[in-house]
């Protein structure tokens, strides 16, 4: 019997730890008099600027009078909501007869949120030792859920020049026989990239090859952009692709649908072969944990998913490419040296989802200013009070994340201040 108090955390929370969190809380705040302007988190919600369907709150506002649904329900989800999620993916990311066939309703479980659907696909299949294959650049709550079940970390690269797209040959040699996972995330957070029809089949063929499921995260699924130079105006979902390889698809309704808060994401099993009915059954495990989401939310999908016009997703889609290319164009054309003209920030043409990443020309800058992505951010922030992601968090150094869901002309004194900020400390 111990003598005196001695609580402490057990390893498995030392083990979790989010890479952006432990940036965000060990940033001062700033001590600049100007506002603060956030362009770190992706939450579509700051403003108001990006509303959810008016649909889909009559839906919960409905749910919620009815008194129907105040119990506990089944730990993967109700049956009406099951369904109501397969059937949205059949009618918006799925192009044929033979694949929508494979989208059922049986094999959709609830989570509670997207960052909870990642720690739900980690641990229903990974054991201590083994590992899963993630892209670098990548959204590192992946990393987070990785550290916590002991499974180690796998890192394919995307090429920025080329569409952020992967090379099948690195991630085929990251592969082995304790590989549970191999990792994609399309339209990509953080790389506001979306890839082709061709190159999404060529993941998907490579996994069948190796035998090893895929983790399709599309929770930014039909946020795609359609301004003229986008070579991929389409989103294709892996539930598109002909392919016997089980994928297990990430989504939810924190940002096409706008509701981040309302905390209800699904993982929807795409098994065409029935060889992964062990995932599945992994998955209603670590259901139980939480047993399930908020039911007034299962209890609205239906009317959500099923009612919500394509005039009002337009809408919102257009709204997030209208920042992504105030970003894109005011950075590349007024990000530069004064003295000569040369680029001190790289933007990477955006795609989708809704995010720019930046690229820092370093040898531009006054070596004395600062040494990397990390001192940028920090500087940036003390000086001009914009807050924006650090490369390093998404295994990209020197590169930077903006958001694009802020109103036109937030972005536009956003941009002012870092393009002021970037050419102060300009070698000159």
């Not at 670098?136 to 916590?148: I, L, Q, R, S, V």
């Amino acid at each position: 019997m111990p003598s005196q108090w001695n609580i402490t955390p057990s390893d498995l929370s030392a083990r979790v730890v989010n890479p952006i969190r432990l940036i965000s809380d060990n940033t001062k705040p700033s001590t600049s008099s100007k506002t603060c302007i956030k362009l770190s988190m992706g939450d579509p919600t700051l403003d108001g600027y990006l509303p959810p369907s008016e649909e889909s709150v009559q839906a919960v506002l409905e749910a919620t009078k009815s008194h129907k649904h105040n119990g506990y329900v089944g730990v993967v989800g109700t049956p009406e909501a099951r369904e109501s999620v397969a059937q949205y993916w059949r009618e918006h990311f799925v192009t044929s007869d033979a694949a929508r066939a494979n989208v059922k309703a049986s094999n959709v479980v609830f989570s509670s949120g997207g960052s909870h659907a990642i720690a739900m696909a980690v641990s229903a299949v990974c054991n201590a030792g083994d590992n899963i294959v993630v892209p670098a650049p990548g959204f590192p709550t992946y990393d987070t859920a990785a550290n916590t079940y002991q499974a180690e970390i796998r890192r394919y690269h995307l090429d920025p020049h080329h569409g952020w797209e992967a090379n099948l040959e690195e991630v085929e040699k990251l592969i082995d026989e304790r590989t549970k996972l191999v990792i994609m995330t399309n339209p990509s957070n953080p790389c506001g990239s979306n890839f082709s029809r061709q190159h999404v089949t060529d993941m998907v063929k490579l996994c069948e090859r190796l035998h090893v499921p895929m983790l399709a995260d599309e929770i930014y699924a039909g946020i795609v952009f359609q301004y003229a130079e986008n070579p991929n105006k389409e989103f294709v979902s892996v539930a598109d692709i002909e392919s016997d390889c089980p994928r297990l698809i990430l989504g939810g309704t924190a940002k096409l649908h706008t509701v981040p808060g309302w905390r209800v994401a699904w993982l929807m099993l795409v098994d065409p072969a029935n060889v992964a009915q062990g995932y599945y059954k992994g998955l209603e495990a670590q259901a139980t944990l939480v047993l399930g989401p908020n039911t007034l939310v299962q209890a609205a999908l239906p009317g959500a998913l099923q009612r919500t016009p394509k005039s009002h997703f337009d809408l919102i889609v257009s709204r997030m490419e209208g920042g992504a290319m105030v970003i894109f164009r005011a950075i590349k054309e007024r990000a530069v040296r004064t003295t000569d003209g040369a680029p001190l920030l790289i933007p990477t043409m955006p795609q989708g989802a809704m995010y720019v990443m930046v690229e820092m020309v370093m040898e531009n800058f006054d070596p004395a200013a600062f040494k990397d992505d990390v001192e940028f951010y920090l500087k940036l922030n003390e000086e001009e009070n914009v807050l924006v992601i650090p490369g390093s968090a998404f295994h990209m150094k020197n590169y930077f994340r903006l958001v694009t869901t802020r109103p036109p002309v937030i972005l536009e004194e956003a941009i002012d201040r870092i393009v002021s900020f970037c050419q102060r400390y300009e070698k000159k």
